[in-house]
């Protein structure tokens, strides 16, 4: 039975081996698709995450604006802006 199936397999010659640009360029994108999963492993919804992170950014951007211009009172101004308008 065994020298039924050694005569269905390919030979070596008709295994086709890519050039090296072609594995150096399969390998690359293989490395992007592993960080790109990486980088969502355990995210629902990577956009809202992304999203939050640009808001929370926005947010001590303008805390420390807030900070260099007037002072504490703007922050509390700012804080009750943010609580009222949902942001």
């Known amino acids: 039975m065994g020298i039924f199936t050694s005569c269905c397999k390919p030979s070596a010659a008709d295994v086709l081996t890519p050039d090296a640009e072609t594995r150096r360029r399969q390998q690359v994108e ?3 698709r592993r960080r790109i999963e990486e980088a969502s ?3 629902k919804d990577p956009e ?3 999203r939050a ?3 929370s950014e926005e947010m001590e951007r303008r805390e420390q604006e807030l900070n260099s211009a007037g002072g504490a ?3 509390v ?3 009750i ?5 949902n942001y």
């Open 73 to 75: 009172n703007l922050k």
């Open 81 to 85: 802006y943010i609580l009222f308008n």
């Open 48 to 50: 809202r995450m992304r």
């Open 41 to 43: 492993r355990g995210v």
């Open 77 to 79: 101004l700012y804080l």
């Open 53 to 55: 992170q640009q808001r």
């Open 30 to 32: 293989a490395a992007e």
